[in-house]
């Protein structure tokens, strides 16, 4: 899951990044405030990288996506792109955690063969 999750964040990383280079144009927004919103989204999708398999970062992970949904409010096409991005956070959830129980029962049924009396490992 671990893998998946990460190549998702690290996608939003720069989508976040172009964002708010697209947010910078806006004159009614503050280019410090445009900037210090975008670096902490792309620090917390950096960060989440490392806290996939914690307690929690999943759900971190759903918050981050809710927020880039909501910057549509700023940057339109964020609407699009944040459903886009949350879409493919749920598959990378969903199906790394498939990938996971299948490495697991992999690894199980390697262990019960080698433990196998008569079994040789040549």
């Not at 981050?64 to 990378?92: E, R, Y």
């Not at 955690?97 to 199980?108: G, Q, S, T």
Request: aromatic content about 10%; overall charge neutral.
């Amino acid at each position: 899951m671990r893998t998946l999750c990460a190549s998702t964040l690290i996608g939003e990383f720069f989508v976040i990044g172009f964002a708010g280079l697209v947010a910078m144009k806006d004159p009614d927004l503050a280019m410090g405030t445009v900037w210090t919103v975008s670096g902490i989204a792309m620090a917390l999708s950096v960060l989440l990288c490392g806290m996939i398999t914690r307690p929690g970062g999943v759900q971190l992970g759903w918050a981050l996506q809710i927020g880039l949904i909501a910057s549509g409010f700023i940057v339109p096409v964020m609407f699009f792109l944040g459903a886009v991005f949350a879409a493919l956070w749920g598959a990378s959830v969903h199906f790394g955690r498939k990938i996971d129980e299948a490495k697991a029962r992999f690894a199980a049924q390697g262990a019960a063969a080698g433990a196998q009396p008569g079994s040789d490992a040549a």
